[in-house]
Every structure is written in structure tokens, then in C-alpha cells.
């Protein structure tokens, strides 16, 4: 998927919440269910970008016993943008306050 830099579209999808989730090629994904999140799959081998998540039925957290880098709690309705590193195999979650 390539996007110009005057190219505002977003690839969506809903995916319900599992210990191990697979967004494909999404980059705004809203999540169904409660189920703590611990890997993100990325789309493809060689992937190295920007997902956003958005918990849709209340918060769900983001743990650290898979590919993501720090623990977060993610509020209902509200955007967390996730930013995964090939170089090191883990999502990092984006500032939350």
C-alpha cells in the first residue's frame, strides 16, 4: 500500500479484541470485544510503520508479553497510534494521557 504525501485516505477495518491480533493492511482498526492485546502481527514480512487502534465496547489494554513495547490502557472511542520497528520486532504505543 503506498500513500502520497497529499494522500489523506486510511485503510479501515474491525477486528475483535484476542490475545494475538492480525490487522492485515489497515492502518485504522477498531476493535470489538475486551480481551487484552499482547502481538500485533504486522501485515507483511519486511513492515515498518503506523497502525492506529481504536477500542470501540470500553478500554482494553496493550500488554507487554508479546511485540508490544509498553503497557498501555487504551481508552474507549479514543485513537492510539502504534509505530512498529522492524529492527527490533516490537509496536510502541504513542504517547497516552
Given at each position: 500500500?503506498?500513500?502520497?504525501?497529499?494522500?489523506?485516505?486510511?485503510?479501515?477495518?474491525?477486528?475483535?479484541?484476542?490475545?494475538?491480533?492480525?490487522?492485515?493492511?489497515?492502518?485504522?482498526?477498531?476493535?470489538?470485544?475486551?480481551?487484552?492485546?499482547?502481538?500485533?502481527?504486522?501485515?507483511f514480512?519486511?513492515?515498518?510503520?503506523?497502525?492506529?487502534?481504536?477500542?470501540?465496547?470500553?478500554?482494553?489494554?496493550?500488554?507487554?508479553?508479546?511485540?508490544?513495547?509498553?503497557?498501555?490502557?487504551?481508552?474507549?472511542?479514543?485513537?492510539?497510534?502504534?509505530?512498529?520497528?522492524?529492527?527490533?520486532?516490537?509496536?510502541?504505543?504513542?504517547?497516552?494521557s
Amino acid at each position: 500500500m503506498s500513500f502520497g504525501l497529499g494522500d489523506t485516505r486510511l485503510a479501515e477495518t474491525t477486528v475483535a479484541s484476542a490475545a494475538t491480533i492480525r490487522p492485515k493492511l489497515a492502518t485504522l482498526v477498531n476493535i470489538t470485544g475486551s480481551t487484552a492485546i499482547a502481538t500485533i502481527v504486522p501485515p507483511f514480512a519486511g513492515f515498518s510503520g503506523i497502525l492506529i487502534l481504536v477500542p470501540k465496547d470500553g478500554t482494553l489494554g496493550l500488554l507487554t508479553s508479546g511485540n508490544i513495547s509498553i503497557a498501555v490502557t487504551m481508552a474507549q472511542n479514543r485513537a492510539t497510534v502504534l509505530v512498529y520497528s522492524k529492527k527490533n520486532g516490537v509496536w510502541a504505543p504513542g504517547a497516552i494521557s
